[in-house]
T-cell receptor
Framework: NAGVTQTPKFRVLKTGQSMTLLCAQD?????MYWYRQDPGMGLRLIHYSVGEGTTAKGEVPDGYNVSRLKKQNFLLGLESAAPSQTSVYFC?????????????FGQGTRLTVV | AQKITQTQPGMFVQEKEAVTLDCTYD???????LFWYKQPSSGEMIFLIY??????QNATEGRYSLNFQKARKSANLVISASQLGDSAMYFC???????????FGTGTRLTIIP
C-alpha cells in the first residue's frame, strides 16, 4: 500500500527559482493538506483542499500556490523561492466527515533555498 | 489566534512512569475532532489517538489515552508505562468539521530516561 507519496524527497533551490511538490494518495481521500514544519513552530497549514477542484488558504499561504485537478493529487508550487521557504514540507490526506477522520501523512520533502 | 496550544516544549520522564502531555484548544465550532500524532527522529508522522467532540467517553488506544475535558477545552495525552521508544515529538491537532481545517500545535519533545 503506497498511502501518501511525496515527490521529491529532497531538493535544493536557488533564490528565485520555481518548483512544484507533488503529493499523491491512493486511498480515495476527499481532503488533502500541505504543511511546513520549522523548528519550534510545529506544523503550519499552508493550503488545503476538501475535494477535486477546490483549494483553500491555511495559516501561511503567502508565496505558495496549489492545485487539485485530480482527486488523488495535490500540487504545491513555489513561484519564486526565498530562503524563508527553507523547511520540511508534509502532505496529508483524510476522508471527509467523521469516518476514519485521522489524516495520513507523506514522508516529507526537505527543501533548502540558498 | 492560536487554535492549539502545547505549553510544554520538552519533557523528561523516567522509563516505566506515566506521562501527561498537555493540549488546550480554541474553537467556536460544536463539531470538531482532536488528534495526537507522534513524530520520531526519523521524521514520519504517526497517528496515535482520536477524540470527537461529541464522544462522551475518553478515547483509549493501548497505552495511550486522551483526557478530554470539553468545558476546559483541553485534550491531554496520557502515556502509561513509558518506554524508551516513546521518545519523540508529540503533536496535538484539531479538525473543525465546519471548515475542515486541520491545525497543529507546536509540539512537545518527550525524552524517556532509562
Amino acid at each position: 500500500n503506497a498511502g501518501v507519496t511525496q515527490t521529491p524527497k529532497f531538493r535544493v533551490l536557488k533564490t528565485g527559482q520555481s518548483m512544484t511538490l507533488l503529493c499523491a494518495q491512493d486511498m480515495n481521500h476527499e481532503y488533502m493538506y500541505w504543511y511546513r514544519q520549522d523548528p519550534g513552530m510545529g506544523l503550519r497549514l499552508i493550503h488545503y483542499s476538501v475535494g477535486e477542484g477546490t483549494t483553500a488558504k491555511g495559516e501561511v499561504p503567502d508565496g505558495y500556490n496549489v492545485s487539485r485537478l485530480k482527486k488523488q493529487n495535490f500540487l504545491l508550487g513555489l513561484e519564486s523561492a526565498a530562503p524563508s521557504q527553507t523547511s520540511v514540507y508534509f502532505c496529508a490526506s483524510s476522508y471527509g466527515g467523521l469516518r476514519t477522520p485521522e489524516a495520513f501523512f507523506g514522508q516529507g520533502t526537505r527543501l533548502t533555498v540558498v | 489566534a492560536q487554535k492549539i496550544t502545547q505549553t510544554q516544549p520538552g519533557m523528561f520522564v523516567q522509563e516505566k512512569e506515566a506521562v501527561t502531555l498537555d493540549c488546550t484548544y480554541d474553537t467556536s465550532d460544536q463539531s470538531y475532532g482532536l488528534f495526537w500524532y507522534k513524530q520520531p527522529s526519523s521524521g514520519e508522522m504517526i497517528f496515535l489517538i482520536y477524540q470527537g467532540s461529541y464522544d462522551e467517553q475518553n478515547a483509549t488506544e493501548g497505552r495511550y489515552s486522551l483526557n478530554f475535558q470539553k468545558a476546559r477545552k483541553s485534550a491531554n495525552l496520557v502515556i502509561s508505562a513509558s518506554q524508551l521508544g516513546d521518545s519523540a515529538m508529540y503533536f496535538c491537532a484539531m479538525r473543525e468539521f465546519g471548515n475542515e481545517k486541520l491545525t497543529f500545535g507546536t509540539g512537545t519533545r518527550l525524552t524517556i530516561i532509562p
